[in-house]
């Protein structure tokens, strides 16, 4: 299976729930960075682990949004990368604002497993829907 079939169907199971199958796919110690000033990682460094990946993202994700989705748009082949452009939607509860916000990932393999994962995305919209205040966003 290629890298790019991989992907569509981690995005796919992703978005029925299914993150057993999502986990199955990384690396024991896959590096996972979310874009500098994220909220849930501002500083940009990496959570190591899916164990990390579950408790400090997913769990939040599916705890603090109505209808969090990824829609991966585009996929782009590099041999060992991955290159997926595409949206996030959803509804934070706290503020019942909702996201509609451009992304793009860039996964790694190795050895048949994900090692690594980079996020890049509008992190100041994220902010906002979220009601990070401004003094809290640097």
Same mark, same amino acid.
């Given at each position: 299976?290629?890298?790019?079939?991989?992907?569509?169907?981690?995005?796919?199971?992703?978005?029925?729930?299914?993150?057993?199958?999502?986990?199955?796919?990384?690396?024991?110690?896959?590096?996972?960075?979310?874009?500098?000033?994220?909220?849930?990682?501002?500083?940009?460094?990496?959570?190591?682990?899916? +164990? =990390?990946?579950?408790?400090?993202?997913?769990?939040?994700? @599916? !705890?603090?949004?109505?209808? /969090? *989705?990824?829609?991966?748009?585009?996929?782009?082949?590099?041999?060992?990368?991955?290159?997926?452009?595409?949206?996030?939607?959803?509804?934070?509860?706290?503020?019942?604002?909702?996201? +509609? =916000?451009?992304?793009?990932?860039?996964?790694?393999?190795? @050895? !048949?497993?994900?090692?690594? /994962? *980079?996020?890049?995305?509008?992190?100041?919209?994220?902010?906002?829907?979220?009601?990070?205040?401004?003094?809290?966003?640097?």
């Amino acid at each position: 299976m290629s890298h790019v079939q991989l992907m569509k169907d981690l995005y796919a199971a992703f978005a029925r729930g299914d993150v057993a199958a999502v986990l199955s796919a990384f690396d024991a110690q896959i590096e996972w960075r979310e874009a500098e000033s994220h909220p849930y990682q501002p500083s940009g460094k990496p959570w190591i682990g899916p +164990d =990390a990946i579950v408790q400090n993202l997913f769990m939040r994700l @599916g !705890g603090e949004w109505d209808g /969090f *989705q990824v829609h991966p748009q585009s996929f782009h082949d590099a041999g060992g990368t991955v290159v997926v452009e595409g949206r996030y939607s959803g509804t934070y509860k706290a503020t019942r604002k909702k996201l +509609d =916000a451009q992304m793009c990932h860039v996964w790694k393999f190795r @050895g !048949g497993k994900i090692v690594s /994962f *980079q996020q890049y995305m509008d992190t100041a919209q994220m902010q906002s829907v979220m009601g990070v205040p401004q003094n809290a966003r640097n």
